[in-house]
């Protein structure tokens, strides 16, 4: 699932590119694991798009995880879900997607405890670095990284202004992943992940 250690989250904000291509040239350039993240669509339609995205990873043998819908993961077959603090509850979103993969948003090592305890296969921790990507609180540094990775057993997918400038450190600091959005689709999309993919080949990823 962590491939490289790049995982990317999809983006609207920074490009005009349907979701489709957007993500289409980032797996072209080698990304492995997406996270299809849309607020500002209705069900239905968030349903249609996750349902092409399904078949596209799936061609490149990639991961897909889809934030916030449990449901809407399962009857696309997607690999899992992504929940935020305030979304269903792991317990509960447990019973609709069964194994499949279930990450949990956490801005501490007391969230990332509770995640990990109640059985979330992976967490993002965050915001690492300043985002304007979304309103994610104050960034917590890469320290804390390595705290959390001490004090639990699933890994961490550090997410959060992260970018060229900044990914080893996250790396180094022992996260298993980096989620990137801005990075990545502000620009060439596909040069701006072959040059975070090589900076984690440099780093040993």
């Known amino acids: 699932m962590y491939q490289k250690g790049l995982c990317f989250i999809t983006d609207r904000t920074c490009t005009d590119l349907p979701v489709a ?3 289409r040239a980032v797996l072209e350039a080698g990304v492995r694991f997406i996270q299809y993240r849309q607020k ?3 069900r239905r339609e968030i349903y249609s798009n996750a349902l092409m995205l399904r078949e596209l990873t799936r061609s490149f043998s990639a991961v ?3 934030n916030d819908h449990a449901d809407i993961a399962l009857a696309v077959d997607a690999d899992g879900v992504h929940l935020g603090q305030d979304d ?3 317990r509960e979103a447990r019973k609709i997607i069964g ?5 949990i948003s956490t801005h501490s090592l007391q969230q990332a405890e509770e995640a990990a305890a109640g059985g979330a296969d992976y967490i993002g921790f965050g915001p690492v670095f300043h985002t304007s990507t979304k309103d994610a609180g104050t960034p917590k540094g890469v320290d804390i990284i390595r705290t959390i990775k001490q004090n639990v057993n699933i890994p961490v997918v550090a997410i959060g202004g992260i970018g060229r400038d900044n990914i ?6 022992g996260a298993d992943a980096a989620a990137v959005a801005t990075a990545i689709c502000r620009g060439d999309i596909r040069q701006n992940s072959e040059q975070l993919l090589n900076i984690l080949k440099l780093s040993g990823r």
């Open 64 to 66: 897909l995880i889809i």
């Open 88 to 90: 269903l509850p792991l």
């Open 99 to 103: 194994p499949k993969i279930i990450g």
């Open 21 to 23: 291509e957007m993500v």
């Open 168 to 173: 080893s450190e996250v790396i180094n600091a």
């Open 40 to 42: 500002d669509l209705s």
